[in-house]
């Protein structure tokens, strides 16, 4: 696709610097800028970028700009970042969608297909599911029995949603994730772990999208909840009965053990481990690496294994890496204090 500057300013409201009709053919990072491509700038670090990109056309921050003229177009906005987004945003749109049963897909007859609905080639979907307008699924996916999925979703190839869950509308779930397998329930005796039927269910609200090879496990009875809004990197966890509230972000390779329940506008940084049967509360931010193994209060910050107060974290980790130093320290004063008692 072909685009003029004046077209880009035109979609972001935003004032152009420079040449109206230069043509844009292709998008660039900022460090790498190409001739015909177009990037963006929102931080002052990257504002030298303004002399010496080679893309034909910028959008700045309105407030890093210091000259009246520069060599690219300049497409000024109130934030960069932002009308970016807008952009990648409309072009996605741009690209249309599929829809129509390709070739090899197998759907029960008593499953229902909304109208504009695209299902990939050997996908396999089950009786008694329901798919709702427009949404995607791409080739070899597989929906277990009276699995409800809603509209505008999309389903990557590989995924695997077992039966009886639940997904809502304008949902993504990448490619190899799980959603329902059974939950970790097995009940100790004398001639080993019997397993505990896994009864339950997953469901995810609407405007959720989901990483690649994720693991959600099903209820042992009731559900497990993936509250709206919220977004999940790639190879997490989620262990039976965890209810997750709405606009969550959890970074790659977290995991939260069974019947945990998370509040809303919480933070989970990667690698973060989060025991079961406990209490999180809202805007909390767990840093990476943490492992959290209590109730937390709404608003704190943790830091460390077992997680504490991040700023206490801060503070006794100057402490431990001088520790050899310190025990030095003590062991002189010791000696000298016996020195001196002897002497």
């Not at 932002?82 to 072009?91: A, E, G, H």
């Not at 973060?272 to 809202?282: A, F, L, M, Q």
Request: glycine letters at 12%.
């Amino acid at each position: 696709m072909e685009f003029t500057a004046s077209q880009i300013a035109s979609f972001i409201d935003g004032k152009i610097i420079g040449d109206a009709n230069a043509l844009i053919t292709g998008v660039s990072p900022i460090e790498n800028g190409e001739p015909g491509h177009l990037s963006f700038i929102a931080q002052n670090r990257f504002s030298h970028f303004l002399d010496t990109s080679k893309c034909s056309v910028l959008i700045v921050s309105e407030g890093l700009l210091l000259k009246d003229t520069y060599e690219p177009t300049i497409i000024a906005v109130k934030d960069a970042y932002l009308s970016f987004q807008v952009l990648m945003n409309l072009y996605q749109e741009m690209q249309g969608r599929k829809d129509g049963v390709e070739d090899g897909a197998s759907i029960h007859d008593t499953a229902t297909i909304g109208k504009g609905a695209y299902i990939g080639a050997f996908t396999y979907i089950s009786e008694k599911v329901k798919v709702g307008e427009g949404t995607q699924i791409y080739p070899h996916v597989y929906i277990g029995k009276g699995v409800k999925i809603g509209k505008n979703c999309k389903i990557d190839s590989g995924a695997r949603i077992y039966d009886y869950c639940i997904i809502g509308d304008n949902c993504v779930v990448h490619s190899n994730t799980v959603i329902g397998g059974d939950g970790f329930g097995f009940q100790p005796t004398a001639n080993g772990f019997k397993k505990i039927p896994q009864l339950g269910n997953v469901i995810i609200e609407d405007d959720v999208e989901i990483g690649s090879n994720c693991s959600i496990d099903r209820a042992t009875i009731g559900s497990t909840v993936i509250g709206k809004g919220t977004k999940i990197d790639n190879l997490i966890q989620i262990a039976h009965n965890v209810k997750i509230g709405q606009n969550n972000v959890i970074a790659a390779q977290a995991g939260i053990a069974g019947s945990t329940t998370i509040g809303d506008w919480n933070q989970i940084g990667g690698q973060v481990g989060i025991v079961g049967h406990i209490n999180i509360g809202n805007q909390v931010k767990i840093q990476a690496q943490s492992g959290v193994n209590n109730n937390i209060e709404d608003g704190e910050v943790l830091y460390g294994s077992p997680a504490i107060s991040a700023s206490d974290f801060r503070r006794n980790y100057v402490h431990f890496r001088n520790f050899t130093n310190i025990v030095s320290r003590i062991n002189n004063l010791e000696n000298n204090s016996k020195d001196k008692t002897n002497g």
